[in-house]
């Protein structure tokens, strides 16, 4: 331990590899600001802070005089140092086979039993360089490598993941060893930390550059659009919002599965169903909201997906609107029906007059030109020509009767009679 006059290889070499550490976790944080990291991004910068936390105590153990201080210098360094390991093992456990594994409640679970295991036996693992404790640290990193490689075996198609074993796995695995072993190893095992991680930043840099690129333009694509965008994993837990989505006031209480529209249909807390509507639609208690919710799988196998709402207000009032003209051109039609059948009822009267008065003025003209002829007939002295023009007579009074008949008939049916 130094006494803080003049420092060792290993000391030096803590101070230049945390300045250098704290210089990256600056430009990390920057760049999270501007470029807007996500869930990743932040991962990775916790675990350069937690690395870099480890450092420091480790350097603070090495040049701190109390025993006391310096043991839980020492103690804090192995809490952080185990603490980059669960952050690394989330971020490469995520899209593999072994998620289960890595997911946070496996991982907090396994942060508490190393926790306890710490608080038992930190005193007699640090103070005491004994074979035990090499054992220990060697089994240590024998499980951890042994789930790194699973990890990347369940992917091999995956080189980024392999990039990231080498260049962030092992960085972590030399400073394990050196804090375990110190000596002559460590200070070995501490050359190659600083090159590794340096290029571990500068691959995170060039491998999500088209990724970032991408995530811009998907959300300047979702800002454009007017309805709220969200992205659920298969946990339906939500991982973005579009601004839409984040100002809506129907997703401020969250999200719940409605098991009656299907497993992927999601309504905002305390609104009901509505029927009957070809895609999933949730009306407010009030009835004056109302949702139409889409969505559409992603990935390559679809667990997570996207949800689509839109407020369809507007248009359930313009159905209503259009239900009650209908009610009213219904109503309409039927008064026409009604009014149709007086004006027919009106012409047929008309009608039936006109074929009455048509009638008697025949029957009258008929009448009259029958006494005419008759009179006339009676004052013919002469026989001679008077049988032709009596059957004349006698013809025209049948074609006249007949066609007085012919009306009378037509008149009987306009009146139903």
Not at 73 to 94: K, N, P, S, W, Y
Not at 187 to 214: D, K, M, N, V
Not at 328 to 336: V, Y
Not at 382 to 403: C, H, K, M, S, V
């Amino acid at each position: 331990m130094g006494d803080g006059r003049y420092y060792t290889f290993d000391q030096f070499y803590s101070v230049l590899f945390l300045t250098c550490l704290l210089i990256a976790i600056c430009i990390f944080g920057v760049i999270s600001c501007y470029q807007g990291f996500k869930q990743k991004g932040r991962l990775i910068l916790a675990a350069h802070a937690t690395l870099g936390a480890a450092v420091f105590m480790r350097f603070a153990a090495e040049v701190m005089v109390s025993p006391a201080l310096a043991f839980n210098a020492r103690l804090a360094e192995l809490g952080c140092t185990l603490g980059t390991e669960c952050i690394v093992l989330h971020m490469m456990g995520q899209r593999s086979v072994l998620a289960p594994l890595f997911s946070v409640k496996a991982l907090l679970i396994a942060c508490a039993a190393a926790g306890l295991l710490f608080q038992t036996h930190a005193t007699w693992l640090i103070r005491s360089h004994t074979h035990q404790a090499m054992a220990f640290g060697a089994g240590y990193l024998g499980v951890t490598g042994c789930l790194f490689l699973l990890s990347v075996a369940a992917a091999l198609f995956s080189t980024s993941r392999l990039r990231g074993l080498l260049l962030f796995a092992l960085p972590l695995g030399a400073h394990l060893a050196g804090a375990f072993f110190g000596g002559a190893p460590g200070e070995i095992s501490l050359l190659f930390l600083y090159p590794f991680l340096l290029c571990g930043l500068h691959l995170f840099s060039t491998e999500f550059r088209a990724y970032h690129i991408g995530d811009q333009a998907f959300a300047n694509i979702t800002n454009l659009i007017d309805d709220a965008v969200i992205l659920c994993d298969d946990q339906r837990e939500i991982v973005y919002r579009n601004p839409l989505a984040r100002k809506a006031a129907f997703l401020k209480k969250g999200l719940t599965t409605v098991t009656k529209k299907g497993p992927d249909a999601l309504v905002a807390p305390g609104m009901r169903p509505a029927d009957p509507y070809t895609i999933p639609a949730f009306s407010s208690p009030d009835g004056k909201t109302h949702i139409a919710c889409r969505t559409q799988p992603v990935g390559p196998q679809g667990k997570s997906r996207f949800f689509i709402f839109s407020d369809i207000s507007t248009h359930i009032e313009m159905l209503d609107l259009q239900e009650t003209q209908r009610v009213q051109l219904e109503e309409a039609n039927q008064r026409l029906r009604q009014y149709s059948h007086i004006v027919f009822d009106l012409e047929k009267e008309k009608e039936v007059s006109a074929l009455l008065s048509d009638v008697t003025h025949t029957q009258d003209t008929f009448m009259h030109q029958f006494r005419a002829r008759v009179r006339a007939l009676s004052q013919v002295r002469d026989t001679e020509g008077f049988n032709e023009r009596l059957d004349t007579l006698i013809e025209d009074a049948q074609t006249n009767l007949a066609r007085i008949r012919s009306l009378v008939a037509r008149y009987r049916r306009y009146h139903g009679t």
